[in-house]
């Protein structure tokens, strides 16, 4: 199984994503410049928190336009997994692959702690590890992840299961608490806090690493064997 | 040559954190009558054309699809020269 890195002009989680990778199951991963025009080779699409293009305009906007996001947009309908992280996951939002959008903080504040989420949707590729209703310590650090979408939608997300996580402790005014919603498929999932920062004990927590051996394992379920260590 | 002002706004339903936060540094030097202040982006765009018609529709086009976020956001724009 192949994993890619987006990596925009802006962005600064693209290491810790490639690291979590390498460290938690193993496999293949490279970097992917924004530039790029052709996906085929990978099985999961990763989009990186950061400031993409200095977040003008709005954030993701702009990166939503990038030549690779033609391709994450056809990767996502041929079912491959694709994260987007914090900034990733406004991209995600900017480009229609998922409803809804991200404003500014509530509090009018840049939110960085630990944070406390609950697992509401433990059946989708990224979540299996995890128990439903489990709660778990992920770091968040933004300054617009106040996630917004209408009632209607907000019903529709409801009513599919598109809610994945929700903070214990709202950080930042996201409608029903929300921290990370998925696709109708549960192919695509953004989220505000950062998994790939929560990989080890020494970074403070562990409880990332199952959303990245939940994808390994749910592709080896499809795939047959690959190599887990 | 026709030159277009662009608004963007957040929505009324949607709470703008910016100003509120403006608002109330406000009050905080005396200027208690402000009842509510909302911060938008304001953009000049000049475009090489001179049918009105043409550049309206193509002004709609880049609001919609990358100067505004119609979840959150209106815009309107007006025509120059």
């Known amino acids: 199984m192949r994993f890619a890195v987006l990596v925009f002009p802006g962005s600064n989680c693209d290491i810790d994503c490639y690291k979590a990778v390498e460290q938690t199951v193993g496999e293949p991963v490279d970097y992917v410049w924004h530039t790029a025009t052709d996906l085929s080779a990978y099985d999961a699409i990763l989009v990186p928190g950061g400031f993409s293009y200095g977040d003008y305009l709005r954030c993701g906007a702009i990166s939503r336009f990038a030549p690779v996001m033609s ?87 409801r009513d599919r299961n598109q809610i994945v996580f929700t903070y214990s402790d709202n950080p930042n005014g996201s409608v029903a608490d929300i921290a990370g919603i998925c696709n109708e498929r549960g192919n695509v999932l953004g989220m505000m806090p950062h998994p790939e920062r929560a990989v080890s004990s020494l970074l403070g927590s562990e409880d990332g690493k199952a959303m990245f051996t939940s994808i390994i394992q749910t592709w080896r379920d499809t795939h047959g064997a690959a190599s887990v260590r | 040559m026709l030159k277009a002002k662009v608004y963007v706004t957040i929505k009324q339903s949607v709470l703008d954190p910016q100003g509120v936060a403006v608002q109330g540094a406000l009050h905080s030097m005396g200027f208690q009558e402000v009842e509510s202040l909302r911060i938008g982006k304001y953009m000049e765009v000049e475009l090489n054309t001179d049918d009105r018609e043409e550049a309206e529709a193509r002004l709609k086009v880049m609001c919609e699809k990358l100067l505004a976020n119609t979840v959150v956001e209106n815009y309107r724009f007006e025509l120059e020269g």
């Open chain 1, 71 to 157: 391709e994450v947009a056809k990767a996502a309908e041929q079912g491959k997994f694709i994260l987007g992280i914090c900034n990733g996951f406004q991209i995600l939002t900017e480009a229609g692959l998922l409803p809804g959008a991200l404003r500014r903080n509530e509090s009018m504040k840049f939110r960085c702690h630990d944070s406390v989420l609950k697992v509401v949707n433990n059946e989708t590729p990224f979540t299996r590890h995890y128990s439903e209703g489990q709660e778990i310590v992920i770091p968040i650090a933004h300054g617009e992840g106040n996630y917004y979408c209408d009632e209607e939608t907000l019903q529709q997300l």
